[in-house]
């Protein structure tokens, strides 16, 4: 087994094209194209758009990435691609590249889940075992609570979105007050100096009754519906209060299941994870919380929280480590991936 492998990761499920070069647990590069100014004026990803986009940034992201490690192809141990959830044809373009890529050096391939991948890029923020961990994954397309006895093979899910995701609710609210896409960014930028007490936004899923039937779910519709109902009825509503009012309901939600589920496992290890968790007022509350529950925190660089290839190769390298049989090189993407499944076999 190796020690230390340089394992290179690809990741294509959205709209990045995205390359990460690790070696064990050190991050060497992390490169990245996006294609997100071309579906701004759409308001949201357009699959064609983003396949198109992958094919035609592959080459020169995988060189950059190459090259920013001061690696050559070579000298790679493993290849490792996000084999889904994702959009279907932009997770084509990636899984093929990789698994040729794979197939050109005679070197094991790793076609691995893009949640779990979100998860383990916290490993090169701290280099500790994170296991057993709680993990608040929150992205555009999913938010899920976890229970990650192993990252590399058992995740449990405790609870998840019965409807929008976090980040889903986010773009959805910029989009009304046009703030543009993606609207994560924008509302935390938005939101800073207003009043997050301003107004009283609905936190769903946490009714007494809600504890009792389903507490590690979430739901945002009920939010979002508030946010547009409060938005048409004053027409002179100040931006940085609703910005700050409704990102405080989502926050206060996640953080609220997030640190009962630490509890109820008894497991005093939280990670945040997913593009939300670059939320600035999301890092801010967890870590007072955390402290007052003494609940290790970690979230990883807010650059490593968004979708990136580096979390790809991270997840590679501990399958690598881990002993895990690799994927079959004709592994088919699979945009619908359970959470619960670490890879493609
Ligand atoms: O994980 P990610 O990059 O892609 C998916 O796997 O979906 O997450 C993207 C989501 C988007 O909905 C985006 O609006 C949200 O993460 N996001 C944020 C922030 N940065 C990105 N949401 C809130 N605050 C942010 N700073
Ligand atoms: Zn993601």
């Given at each position: 087994?190796?020690?230390?492998?340089?394992?290179l990761?690809?990741?294509?499920?959205?709209?990045?094209?995205?390359?990460?070069?690790?070696?064990?647990?050190?991050?060497?590069?992390?490169?990245?194209?996006?294609?997100?100014?071309?579906?701004?004026?759409?308001?949201?990803?357009?699959?064609?758009?983003?396949?198109?986009?992958?094919?035609?940034?592959?080459?020169?992201?995988?060189?950059?990435?190459?090259?920013?490690?001061?690696?050559?192809?070579?000298e790679?141990?493993?290849?490792?691609?996000?084999?889904g959830?994702g959009?279907?044809?932009?997770?084509?373009?990636?899984?093929?590249?990789?698994?040729?890529?794979?197939?050109?050096?005679?070197?094991?391939?790793?076609?691995?889940?893009?949640?779990?991948?979100?998860?383990?890029?916290?490993?090169?923020?701290?280099?500790?075992?994170?296991e057993?961990?709680?993990?608040?994954?929150?992205?555009?397309?999913?938010?899920?609570?976890?229970?990650?006895?192993?990252?590399?093979?058992?995740?449990?899910?405790?609870?998840?979105?019965?409807?929008?995701?976090?980040?889903?609710?986010?773009?959805?609210?910029?989009?009304?007050?046009g703030?543009?896409f993606p609207?994560?960014?924008?509302?935390?930028?938005?939101?800073?100096?207003?009043?997050?007490?301003?107004?009283?936004?609905p936190?769903?899923?946490?009714?007494?009754?809600?504890?009792?039937?389903?507490?590690?779910?979430?739901s945002?519709?009920?939010?979002?519906?508030?946010?547009?109902?409060?938005l048409?009825?004053?027409?002179?509503?100040?931006?940085?209060?609703?910005?700050?009012?409704?990102?405080?309901?989502?926050?206060?939600?996640?953080?609220?299941?997030?640190?009962?589920?630490c509890?109820?496992?008894?497991?005093?290890?939280?990670?945040?994870?997913?593009?939300?968790?670059?939320?600035?007022?999301?890092?801010?509350?967890?870590?007072?919380?955390?402290?007052?529950?003494?609940?290790?925190?970690?979230?990883?660089?807010?650059?490593?929280?968004?979708?990136?290839?580096?979390?790809?190769?991270?997840?590679?390298?501990?399958?690598?480590s881990?002993?895990?049989?690799?994927?079959?090189?004709?592994?088919?993407?699979?945009?619908?991936?359970?959470?619960?499944?670490?890879?493609?076999?």
């Amino acid at each position: 087994m190796i020690h230390e492998p340089l394992v290179l990761g690809i990741e294509t499920s959205c709209d990045e094209t995205a390359v990460g070069i690790v070696r064990g647990r050190k991050l060497l590069s992390n490169v990245l194209s996006s294609s997100v100014d071309e579906h701004a004026r759409f308001g949201g990803v357009v699959p064609e758009i983003a396949s198109r986009a992958h094919l035609e940034a592959m080459g020169t992201v995988i060189e950059a990435a190459l090259h920013q490690s001061k690696v050559t192809l070579n000298e790679i141990d493993a290849v490792a691609v996000t084999g889904g959830p994702g959009l279907v044809g932009a997770l084509l373009v990636g899984v093929a590249s990789a698994s040729g890529l794979a197939l050109g050096l005679n070197k094991p391939f790793y076609a691995v889940n893009h949640l779990a991948a979100h998860v383990s890029v916290d490993l090169l923020t701290h280099q500790l075992p994170v296991e057993p961990t709680i993990a608040l994954l929150v992205s555009g397309g999913h938010s899920s609570l976890l229970q990650v006895d192993d990252i590399t093979s058992s995740i449990t899910k405790l609870g998840e979105s019965m409807d929008d995701a976090a980040g889903e609710a986010f773009d959805k609210i910029a989009r009304v007050m046009g703030l543009g896409f993606p609207g994560g960014p924008a509302l935390d930028r938005e939101s800073v100096g207003g009043n997050s007490s301003a107004i009283d936004f609905p936190r769903g899923l946490t009714q007494s009754s809600d504890w009792q039937t389903r507490p590690f779910d979430f739901s945002f519709s009920g939010l979002k519906t508030a946010v547009a109902r409060y938005l048409e009825s004053t027409p002179n509503y100040n931006r940085a209060d609703v910005a700050a009012s409704f990102q405080e309901a989502i926050v206060d939600v996640l953080l609220l299941k997030a640190i009962a589920a630490c509890k109820k496992t008894g497991i005093d290890s939280l990670v945040i994870a997913g593009g939300v968790a670059a939320n600035a007022r999301l890092r801010a509350v967890a870590q007072e919380r955390c402290e007052n529950s003494k609940i290790q925190l970690r979230i990883p660089a807010p650059g490593l929280c968004t979708d990136n290839g580096a979390m790809v190769a991270a997840l590679g390298s501990l399958m690598v480590s881990a002993g895990r049989a690799p994927s079959p090189l004709d592994a088919e993407a699979d945009s619908s991936l359970s959470v619960t499944t670490v890879s493609l076999v």
